[in-house]
């Protein structure tokens, strides 16, 4: 029987750093776990430094922050839950391709390879920075309006100022590029294996009211899997907005994350079935 898991990497999103898991990394070390919760490459130093210069991570893309990952997981004695959030929960996707993991939780992920179609509010996030073909090799932050409506559109502004001045910093826009093109793109970054059978367990995680990530995008993620006969299953909260991790209520999304993780890690491969 395997062991439960005992560590837990918690991987973020674009224009945010690990500092956005901070009550979850409290919440899950209460609860007995090691929680590694490191930024992307290049990201892990003073916030204020990296939003006064952001040219070290301005080439950052999706496979160098995955491999960063993957490294750090390579490095643990026991395999670990994976939980990532935005571009993090697809870089969970990529991750358990990569046969890393006990069970990963994608949590409003980012468009993987193969999903088409794209909502009005996911075009109206991305098209600041995709509008201007140099931001491909920029770092580029959100303004403050941008930011209330792409994470914290269920709040007031005041509100949304506090969570921007508290989290918010340029983003490697290259990987929005990538994200962007990937299925023009035959040896795309973004690309899984939707086939694979011998993954981990995967849960995707969706929130009603998120105009990044909607839940539109990550039930299309959930469907493309129905080939494989590893665990995947969807779950919606419908109240939830992008900025889930610091929502009012995000204990109940952070247990439930936990809770399913923790269910189905001690499944085997031989056993798994289509949710």
Do not use: C
């Not at 929960?89 to 990963?104: C, K, S």
């Not at 959930?222 to 900025?243: G, N, Q, W």
């Amino acid at each position: 029987m395997p062991q439960e898991p005992k560590s837990i990497v918690l991987i973020h999103g674009l224009w945010m750093t690990a500092l956005s898991w901070e009550s979850w990394v409290n919440r899950y070390t209460d609860k007995g776990f090691r929680v590694i919760a490191k930024s992307w490459p290049g990201m892990d130093i003073d916030i204020n430094e990296l939003r006064r210069d952001p040219a070290a991570i301005a080439t950052l893309g999706v496979t160098d922050v995955v491999d960063h990952y993957e490294k750090i997981i390579r490095e643990l004695e026991q395999p670990p839950i994976i939980i990532g959030h935005s571009f993090g929960g697809l870089m969970t996707q990529i991750l358990l391709d990569r046969g890393l993991g006990v069970a990963g939780v994608a949590i409003a992920p980012a468009p993987v390879k193969g999903i088409i179609f794209l909502p009005f509010s996911t075009l109206k996030v991305s098209f600041p920075a995709l509008a201007n073909p140099a931001n491909n090799h920029r770092a580029v932050p959100l303004t403050p309006e941008q930011f209330h409506y792409a994470f914290t559109n269920n709040l007031s502004e005041e509100e949304s100022l506090k969570v921007y001045n508290r989290y918010a910093v340029p983003g490697p826009d290259h990987v929005l590029f990538q994200g962007a093109f990937a299925n023009f793109n035959p040896h795309a970054a973004t690309a899984v294996n939707f086939e694979n059978s011998e993954r981990a367990p995967l849960l995707l995680i969706s929130g009603g009211k998120d105009h990044v990530s909607p839940a539109s995008v990550v039930e299309a993620d959930f469907k493309l899997y129905h080939k494989s006969s590893a665990i995947t299953e969807y779950k919606e909260f419908p109240e939830r907005m992008h900025y889930t991790l610091g929502q009012a209520g995000w204990e109940e999304v952070a247990d439930y994350a936990l809770g399913w993780a923790l269910d189905h890690a001690a499944s085997e491969p031989a056993v798994r079935i289509s949710a």
